[in-house]
């Protein structure tokens, strides 16, 4: 396996062993960032760029999966495989999830995932949406959304489950909109909802399904900071740098002990929030909420 070691703007090539992130493995040069300072690894799944400096222990993981960023099958397990690993990994302190295209985020989940398949399948995938979030919310990272773009639903799922959310100003969109597509959010969606934003302006927002622009979702706390587009790498290195400085060991207790409820609740209550899942995306009636939905999409070129 190959890292790169950048220096001074020259990069070298070199074999060292570094993390396996799932079969598909193809290596790419990471993008350049303020990382690029020191010495910098990096490897890649297809859809999951990721570069870690290893003077500071701070990783980017770039979510790559064209047009969109949508969260199919194979970009939940390459996140999930890329979330373990970097948890695994001893030197690493802190993820930054960002877009490796600019301007979408993360568009949810896929929505062709949903749409005319068998209900075991329909569960089989929503396992994995649970699995990844587990990961991430559960992680004792310092995690950084860098959401340099729109971020619907699984996008804003994905948002909530890191410590922190930098947003990029501008005409983006952040919000959980399930139930415009007949979707309901499952319990530990909408209960991270109410911890940023309260329970009050959660309730409202996901009943009807809000996408917020990004000035309005800072007003609200659902994102803690907007800056312009081309900044949002830069400022959460710079923030992560800031909460790099608090003991690891005292910071990570005290996240868990605020997230081991909800982690818990959905570890005991995992196969019957599938079976919910299951049964009402499969629904005849939400199965044409959801062709309606695409047909709606595709409309707007
Ligand atoms: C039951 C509880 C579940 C709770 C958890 C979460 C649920 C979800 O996440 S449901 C998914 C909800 N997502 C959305 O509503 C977002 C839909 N997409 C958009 O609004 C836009 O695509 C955009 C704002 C994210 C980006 O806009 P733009 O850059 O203009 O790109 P296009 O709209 O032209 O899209 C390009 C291409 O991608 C297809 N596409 C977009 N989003 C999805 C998606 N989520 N799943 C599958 N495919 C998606 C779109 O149809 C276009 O396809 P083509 O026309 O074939 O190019």
């Known amino acids: 396996m190959a890292t790169f070691i950048a220096s001074g703007g020259r990069v070298w090539r070199k074999f060292v062993k570094t993390f396996p992130l799932g079969s598909n493995l193809s290596l790419k040069r990471s993008p350049t960032s303020a990382l690029a300072n020191g010495r910098l690894s990096s490897t890649s799944s297809e859809n999951v760029l990721v570069s870690k400096d290893e003077k500071s222990g701070i990783a980017t993981v770039r979510m790559n ?8 099958t194979a970009l939940l397990l390459s996140l999930r495989s890329c979330f373990e690993e970097l948890e695994k990994d001893k030197s690493c302190r802190a993820l930054i999830l960002t877009s490796n295209k600019p301007k979408v985020f993360c568009a949810g ?7 005319q398949k068998s209900p075991d399948y329909v569960g089989q995938f929503w396992e994995k949406v649970q699995d990844m979030w587990l990961s991430l919310y559960g992680s004792r990272l310092v995690t950084m959304a860098a959401i340099n773009g729109h971020s619907p639903a699984g996008g804003c799922l994905l948002s909530l489950a890191c410590d922190y959310r930098i947003m990029a ?3 983006f969109v952040i919000g959980l909109n399930e139930t415009q597509l007949d979707l309901v959010a499952p319990f530990w969606l909408r209960q991270m909802m109410v911890d940023a934003i309260g329970y009050r302006q959660a309730e409202m927002a996901l009943m009807v399904g809000a996408l917020y622009p990004s000035n309005k979702a800072l007003q609200l706390g659902l994102v ?3 800056v312009p587009i081309e900044d949002v790498q830069t400022v959460a290195e710079e923030e992560v740098k800031n ?3 608090i003991p ?3 910071r990570a207790i005290t996240k868990m002990a605020s997230r081991k409820p909800l982690l818990d609740e959905l ?3 995992k196969q019957e929030d599938i079976q919910t899942f299951r049964d009402e995306t499969t629904r005849e009636s939400v199965q044409l909420s959801i062709q309606q939905y695409l047909d709606k999409l595709k409309a707007k070129k």
């Open 109 to 115: 989940l896929d929505i062709l995932e949903l749409y």
């Open 243 to 245: 909460w790099l400085k």
């Open 169 to 171: 100003e501008g005409n």
């Open 65 to 72: 999966n064209p047009p969109v960023n949508s969260l199919n």
């Open 267 to 269: 570890r005991k209550r």
């Open 224 to 226: 803690d900071k907007l």
């Open 248 to 250: 690891d060991q005292a």
